[in-house]
């Protein structure tokens, strides 16, 4: 990204950046630069758009920025968390004493999952709405099946040791190491990448393993059409969108039991595991080759499309701006 200041109109929406790529600095002087570039922003947004009715921001560190407008200029102010650190059974100081400053001031505060919900209200004492995240829809859609004589696993994600993806690779192996009409895509980049390429290189699996690395939203969205299941083994999710994405597509997940997946992953359109279980993870691959599991993918992708389009989730969204709004003008 280039250093500075610059605007433009996404959907007939304007957009106001303020790009500093500094690299890694300490967080103290990163939040000092942040409220000095969100005073500026906002500076620029005011003398061109008027004041604004509320403010949402989105994980708690922006929050903890984003809340000196409520307190400087008293604007109405929500935060939605999708923070995954915070479901974790140990949360670093840091980002407690962020999370908990950022939720002590924001008007409305949102989860995107029920877990987290319960979490937040469990360590932080706050009340948090659960509205989910969006899917893009007009990117994504189901595409009617093909017949084919191969099964096609995918996995999205980054190449991180959270996402377990040596795990999915491990399960895959076991279960279709003598089985060269079942395949595995991963798309993602990360500091795993090596490490999984020996994994499959060792198990001589060139073939039926392909790590695609980092791709467009377009190329993923067209590549989930063509697969028949898709898998992520993470060990902690917020919500999980690319399982939304997939199940968007058509797709039956196999996902695990980490925080954002069991609150819209059923029986309906897909298996829950525990974490960091390979075991369970092999019998659900091996299930869904061989058709033990049976669902209706059309069904997957219109129930997901219903619940978590953009057009779903913006009026959960528009409800809580005007309540918050009218809350605050009392």
Known sequence: RKWGFETKTIDGVK?????????????????????????????????????????????????????????KFNIPFALTEHLSSIIKPKITKDVFKTAKIAYSKADKLIAVSPQLKNIIAQKFEKTAIYIPNIVDTNLISYAC??????????????????????????????AFNDNDKVFLTVFGEGPEREKLEELIRINKLEKQIKLMGMQSRKVIADYLKK????????????????????????????????????????????????????????????????????????????DTIKKFSPNAISKKLIDVYEKTIKEKGE
Not at 32 to 51: C, D, P, T, V
Not at 244 to 271: H, Y
């Open 15 to 71: 957009i106001y950046a303020l790009n500093l790529p500094l690299g890694r600095i300490p967080k103290l002087l990163l939040r000092a630069i942040s409220k000095f570039g969100l005073l500026y922003l906002y500076k620029k947004i005011i003398n061109e758009q008027g004041k604004p009715d509320i403010i949402h921001a989105h994980f708690s560190g922006v929050g903890y920025v984003a809340s000196i407008l409520k307190k």
């Open 145 to 174: 099946e093909i017949n084919k004589n191969t099964f096609s696993f995918v996995s999205v994600g980054c190449l991180i040791y959270r996402k377990r993806m040596d795990l999915t690779i491990e399960a895959f192996i076991d």
């Open 227 to 302: 697969c028949d299941c898709f898998v992520l083994a993470s060990q902690a999710e917020t919500f999980g969108v690319v399982y939304i994405e997939a199940m968007a597509s058509g797709l039956p997940v196999i996902a695990t039991k980490c925080g954002g997946p069991e609150s819209f992953v059923n029986e309906e359109n897909g298996v829950l595991i525990p974490v960091d279980n390979k075991d369970a993870l092999v019998t659900a691959m091996k299930n869904m080759y061989s058709g033990k599991y049976k669902f209706d993918k059309k069904t997957i992708s219109t």
